[in-house]
């Protein structure tokens, strides 16, 4: 039951709230009705970290954002896991494929055969493809929904002109000195280096890491008329990607998560492949698999 001061008490709580409130409705519910939900859910993110904690607009990004990274990373643990298994598992698929390859004629039944085969095969080591596709599923639409959020609220938040840092206090212009532009290509690339696209085939993360070095040298110039706080985003996500995976490859972390070490498999591929390389040479050269014999050949054969 509510005693007459408790109920003062919570009057007076209120009317003290009631206009910091409806400051926030002046700014932040304009801009968040005209948008996405996932977009405005967002914008209200950053909201609670801007007035329940008292934070600059530049503070609540960093907190949303650290906050949306966090409840993300166990798909990324999920991802791993998963992918390691897939890796364990890869001989037995390729003998699979192999013997599909043996059989040239295109019969339904055989081809459903194997695809029931590599369903055992995936049950048995508890793997499923789709799993590996779960975190970029999740963390693209709410990578662009983070700049669409800051990209509006720079256009329709008055206070963003002031919630910057002393060197950016203005998170609603574009960056005259090109600085967070390079330091946002400079933390991409950081995490590019520390392994981001670990995991994948030899060849295949060669490729990746080379693309993704062009895209960070050209991201300077393409974003360079984006708003300042995205910029506080990207960088905020960049330095914590970074962090993630100086975590997530070492020993301790998969051996605690369940990640199995694919290191010996993973050298497999590699070395039967220049087998494979050296028998195609031969190929070309001699034009069939040399035969070979059970004893050395008797000087009759030689003659031969």
């Known amino acids: 039951m509510t005693t007459a001061g408790g109920a003062a008490e919570t009057l007076t709580s209120a009317s003290d709230l009631a206009p910091v409130v409806g400051s926030l409705a002046s700014e932040v519910v304009p801009v968040a009705s005209q948008s996405w939900p996932t977009t405005a859910a967002l914008m209200y993110a950053m909201e609670y970290f801007h007035v329940a904690h008292g934070l600059e607009w530049w503070l609540a990004i960093v907190g949303a954002t650290v906050f949306m990274r966090t409840i993300t990373f166990p798909l990324i643990v999920m991802q791993m896991r998963n992918t390691a298994k897939m890796q364990l598992c890869k001989p037995e698929l390729e003998a699979l494929q192999a013997k599909m390859k043996s059989n040239p004629q295109q019969d339904p039944?055989?081809?459903?055969?194997?695809?029931?085969?590599?369903?055992?095969?995936?049950?048995?080591?508890?793997?499923?493809?789709?799993?590996?596709?779960?975190?970029?599923?999740?963390?693209?639409?709410?990578?662009?929904?983070?700049?669409?959020?800051?990209?509006?609220?720079?256009?329709?938040?008055?206070?963003?002109?002031?919630?910057?840092?002393?060197?950016?206090?203005?998170?609603?212009?574009?960056?005259?000195?090109?600085?967070?532009?390079?330091?946002?290509?400079?933390?991409?690339?950081?995490?590019?280096?520390?392994?981001?696209?670990?995991?994948?085939?030899?060849?295949?993360?060669?490729?990746?890491?080379?693309?993704?070095?062009?895209?960070?040298?050209?991201?300077?110039?393409?974003?360079?008329?984006?708003?300042?706080?995205?910029?506080?985003?990207?960088?905020?996500?960049?330095?914590?990607?970074?962090?993630?995976?100086?975590?997530?490859?070492?020993?301790?972390?998969?051996?605690?998560?369940?990640?199995?070490?694919?290191?010996?498999?993973?050298?497999?591929?590699?070395?039967?492949?220049?087998?494979?390389?050296?028998?195609?040479?031969?190929q070309k050269k001699y034009g069939a698999t040399p035969t070979l014999h059970k004893r050395p050949p008797t000087q009759k054969q030689r003659k031969k």
């Not at 055969?113 to 995936?122: F, L, P, R």
């Not at 508890?126 to 800051?150: E, G, H, M, T, Y």
């Not at 080379?210 to 895209?215: N, S």
């Open 109 to 282: 039944e055989l081809a459903n055969a194997y695809y029931k085969e590599m369903q055992k095969v995936w049950k048995k080591y508890d793997v499923n493809p789709v799993k590996s596709f779960a975190p970029i599923l999740i963390n693209a639409p709410v990578f662009i929904s983070f700049f669409f959020a800051i990209s509006k609220m720079a256009q329709g938040v008055p206070s963003f002109e002031s919630g910057g840092p002393s060197m950016y206090p203005d998170l609603s212009m574009a960056d005259p000195t090109y600085s967070l532009p390079i330091l946002s290509s400079l933390t991409f690339l950081a995490s590019v280096e520390l392994g981001a696209v670990e995991g994948m085939q030899t060849s295949q993360s060669a490729q990746m890491k080379w693309f993704l070095r062009a895209l960070a040298v050209a991201m300077v110039p393409l974003t360079a008329s984006f708003p300042q706080g995205v910029f506080v985003y990207w960088i905020t996500s960049n330095i914590f990607s970074g962090f993630q995976t100086s975590i997530t490859r070492t020993k301790a972390f998969k051996s605690t998560m369940g990640i199995p070490d694919v290191s010996a498999v993973a050298e497999a591929p590699a070395e039967a492949a220049l087998g494979r390389v050296q028998l195609d040479r031969f």
